[in-house]
Structure formats: C-alpha cells, structure tokens
C-alpha cells in the first residue's frame, strides 16, 4: 500500500497504476479512490497512467483531527503531485471531489495540469447565500449532518440507496452490490471527518477558483441529479471558466459516472484527445 504524508503529518493513500499521460481522479464524499474503479481500469487500457487517493479521514487516509476543508483537501493532493512529480496530468473530479480538483487546479497547478473534468461537482457553491439565491437552505445540510450523526450506517444506506444513483424514482432497480459498494466505502473514513466534509462542500464558494482556471476544463452532469442541482451547479460553473465545455445527460443521476460509466467513460475520452 502507497502513502504520503502531509506537512501536518497526515498520510495520504494513494494508487499509482500503469504509465502515460498521467490522470487524476478526485472522489466523492464519504467515499473512497475506489469509487473510480470503472474508470481507472478504462483508462489504464487506453494506455493513460491512472492514480487515485482517499481525501484525507476518508478509505485508508488517516482519520485524523483536523484539515477537514477546501483548502487542506486541495493542499493534499499538491503534496502528491509534487511526491509523483506529475506534470500536464489530467484531473478529474466527481461530486465533492470536483470542488476539491477545481481548488487544486487554481491554486497549485500552474505548470502541472493540462486539463480538467468535473462531474457532478458542486462548484460554484451548493448553500444558499444572498450571492447564491439558487442554492439549498442550510437546513438541507443540518439535516445531512442529523441523520450522519444519529446512525452513520443507516443514513449511508439510505442514501445510497435512494437518491445517489436515482433508485428512488419511479422504475428504476436499485442494485445492491453498487450500494452496498458505497456503504462499504463510506463506513471505511472517519465519522469526524464525514461530519466536517459536509461544511467543506456545502459552504465553500469555488467562483474565484473557476474564473482563474485556465486549462480546457469539461463540465459534465446528469439534470435528474438529486444531490447536487445541475442549476445552481454546472449550469454556472460553465460560465465562470475561461475554456469551460457543458455535457449535459438526460435523465441521469449524481452516480451517473457508476451506473452509467460506458457513457461517462466514452466521453471523456473523446475530451483527453480532443
């Protein structure tokens, strides 16, 4: 097993499979580098080196006290490009994850990074604020950290299986091995860090970030997303970035890049060779 450690002392596991072009991935919360299986062994058969690590309190990452925001989480992942030495990497980000690739991209990518993917990300910002009038209610996330807080492994279950991949509506058919896939990852982290990450993506406003982005940056989200609203979401992002790209996927969820990552996959491709 592969790690760092951050100048705080925080270590950072990582994966680092294959040669290439170097491609990033940055995951969701309260998951793990494991949610980017499919796409780790896509693109490490296209020929592109793949690495993934676990945010820190997150999968095998220490669970440590504190650091549990935007700015330690983009600080990590420096810490591992600088350790890789990676240079014109590709960085991709779903969900909480994008927020963290976009903050990493802006503030310590400058000479390292070629391009950007965020998918289902909540950049600019997901709290509602009187500069962000299209956004959800604190209350929605109060409520998150309630139900974390009263039973973790109920409330990951619930989510997994209803909203997340969009099991919840009408006809679809949850699939238990993909949630129990996410259970399994979110009960590995941290409940602290769990707990802290709900503020980090909810709260923290990635505007400045995406307007000082400079690199060819694809936007991708499903407008059946339940979790993060691709109005207040993507839908503004594109028109922050200097060379930013909408994909938009009818009737697709949040977990659109596991349910449907034939698709997801596809794309990004045709994006990396454009």
């Known amino acids: 097993m592969s790690f760092i450690t951050t100048t705080d002392g925080t270590d950072i596991f990582y ?3 294959g040669s290439g072009p170097p491609i990033v991935f940055h995951h969701g919360w309260p998951l793990s580098g ?3 299986d499919a796409q780790m062994l896509f693109f490490l058969g296209q020929g592109y080196r793949v ?9 095998r990452s220490a669970q440590v006290d504190g650091g549990h925001d935007m700015d330690h989480y983009a600080a990590d992942v ?7 030495d990676l240079r014109d990497a590709i960085h991709v980000g779903h969900s909480t994850g994008g ?23 909540v950049p600019p910002q997901m709290l509602k604020t009187s ?5 959800l209610p604190m209350e929605a996330f109060d409520g998150l950290r309630a139900a974390l807080a009263a039973n973790r492994s109920r409330f990951y279950r619930e989510l997994a299986s209803g909203p997340f991949y969009g099991f919840n509506r009408p006809g679809a058919t949850p699939d238990t091995a993909i949630i129990d896939n996410w259970w399994r990852q979110g009960m590995m982290g941290g409940a602290r860090a769990h707990y802290e990450g709900i503020k980090a993506f909810s709260e923290t406003d990635f505007s400045d970030d995406l307007a000082a982005i400079d690199v060819p940056t694809l936007v991708m989200h499903g407008d059946d997303d339940q979790v993060v609203p691709i109005a207040d979401s993507a839908l503004l992002s594109v028109k922050l970035l200097k060379r930013g790209g909408l994909k938009v996927y009818p009737g697709l969820s949040h977990g659109m890049l596991t349910i449907n990552a034939d698709a997801i996959d596809r794309d990004m491709l045709a994006f990396f060779r454009s």
Do not use: F
């Not at 500069?131 to 956004?135: A, H, V």
């Open 15 to 17: 994966k680092d499979w």
């Open 34 to 36: 494991d949610d980017w």
């Open 51 to 59: 690495i993934a690590h676990d945010r820190r309190g997150h999968g």
């Open 78 to 84: 420096a810490a591992l490009a600088e350790h890789l």
């Open 99 to 121: 927020g963290e690739a976009a903050r990493y991209v802006a503030r310590h990518g400058q000479g390292r990074v070629a391009r950007l993917v965020l998918i289902s990300a």
């Open 131 to 135: 500069k962000n009038p299209g956004g």
